[in-house]
């Protein structure tokens, strides 16, 4: 008995240390919630997003085939999205350089070659031209992050408008901003988005799919296309936890060297047991 309580001790000690701590997963959305659903549930920080939409709109639709499972569609009319109302913003508005930066990562599956079309983004609901918002733009994928239109961070990367499930990722730190697209560098910039600096008010704070909530005034940038699987984590992926994501649906890192070790580390407990 002694054994297996030290052998479980060292394994959660390590997958703390090489693993969730280190990437810092504050959301993650598996989109799996079935058709008539009223959000979309947010199984690591509590902020499910709330299906809305303006009057006369289609709300999004849970229940569609996703990467894995079930996703959420987006029509792209009249500000249908998905929002995480107050007061679980909270936990996005310390996601600025000082704090080591974000990362955002998700599945998407788009036919439209217009656009923007908002995946996902946080904003400053009280001032015009502030957001970090996951997009596509004339159907390639593009990233934009600004404060009061000052220190603009704009990434445009490759078509993703062909109807096909694609990883999407963005990073970005005080070593700059990177776009990816199925787990390899689609584009880069050498300043990161401080979303902490326009994120001071948590009441002001608008964290949506699907559509961007620019001033207040009404959303823009709506999302045609279907959403799966999507993360924040409060710091900056490596490129191999990107591209370990690209091929792993549904995954959360620290995996792999983390959970690997973790995995082991339990196999040698599980042996010690059976010979003691």
């Known amino acids: 008995m002694k054994y297996r309580f030290l052998c479980t001790g060292l394994v959660l000690a390590v997958g703390v240390t090489g693993g969730v701590a280190s990437a810092g997963p504050i959301a993650?959305?598996?989109?799996?919630?079935t058709a008539g659903a009223p959000a979309a549930i947010d199984s690591v920080g509590g902020a499910d997003a709330v299906a809305m939409v303006a009057d006369g709109g289609n709300l999004p639709v849970a229940g569609a085939t996703g990467v894995l499972g079930g996703a959420w569609s987006f029509d792209g009319s009249n500000d249908a999205h998905l929002n995480a109302p107050p007061p679980t913003q909270a936990a996005f508005t310390t996601l600025g350089l000082a704090n080591g930066g974000f990362s955002y990562s998700g599945w998407i599956n788009s036919s439209n070659a217009s656009g923007p079309d908002t995946i996902f983004s946080i904003s400053d609901a009280a001032a015009g031209s502030e957001e970090a918002a996951l997009r596509l733009v004339d159907g390639s994928l593009n990233f934009l992050g600004r404060h009061n239109s000052l220190d603009n961070v704009e990434i445009t990367g490759s078509s993703v408008d062909n109807g096909e499930w694609r990883h999407v990722?963005?990073?970005?730190?005080p070593g700059g901003t990177v776009i990816y697209l199925d787990g390899a560098p689609d584009g880069n910039s050498p300043f990161g988005v401080d979303i902490e600096s326009f994120t001071t008010n948590a009441g002001n704070v608008s964290v949506n799919f699907g559509a961007n909530n620019d001033n207040g005034g009404g959303l823009q940038w709506e999302y045609i296309g279907l959403i799966d699987e999507f993360t924040v984590y409060n710091s900056v992926l490596t490129p191999d936890q990107v591209?370990?994501?690209?091929?792993?649906?549904?995954?959360?890192?620290?995996e792999p060297a983390g959970l690997a070790l973790a995995m082991m580390l339990a196999g040698l407990c599980g042996l010690r047991r059976t010979r003691g």
Request: charged residues 15%; negative net charge.
């Open 28 to 33: 993650h959305w598996s989109m799996d919630e």
């Open 169 to 173: 990722a963005v990073t970005s730190g």
């Open 243 to 254: 591209r370990f994501l690209s091929t792993s649906p549904g995954a959360i890192v620290p």
